[in-house]
């Protein structure tokens, strides 16, 4: 499945969604990765930087460490 997020500043990130793993990159091509167990989000970038959230709904809520917000949904 397709996913689509941006973070508040109107940044891009998109990828794909498959058996509770995601593969993402941003505008930069920086690759992110990572897994959605239940509800909970956990992602990583290529350079070691974590970012969490929650999916509900197919609905993304994400935060990085730097606090900035990030958001978007899963496309079936």
């Given at each position: 499945?397709?996913?689509?997020?941006?973070?508040?500043?109107?940044?891009?990130?998109?990828?794909?969604?498959?058996?509770?793993?995601?593969?993402?990159?941003?505008?930069n091509?920086?690759?992110?990765?990572?897994?959605?167990?239940?509800?909970?989000?956990?992602?990583?970038?290529?350079?070691?930087?974590?970012?969490?959230?929650?999916?509900?709904?197919?609905?993304?809520?994400?935060?990085?460490?730097k606090?900035?917000?990030?958001?978007?949904?899963?496309?079936?």
């Amino acid at each position: 499945m397709r996913v689509n997020l941006w973070y508040d500043d109107g940044r891009h990130i998109w990828g794909y969604f498959e058996d509770n793993k995601f593969r993402l990159w941003d505008e930069n091509s920086k690759y992110i990765w990572g897994e959605c167990i239940s509800d909970r989000i956990q992602l990583w970038t290529d350079d070691n930087q974590y970012i969490w959230g929650n999916l509900e709904n197919n609905e993304i809520k994400l935060w990085d460490e730097k606090e900035n917000f990030i958001f978007g949904k899963i496309d079936k």
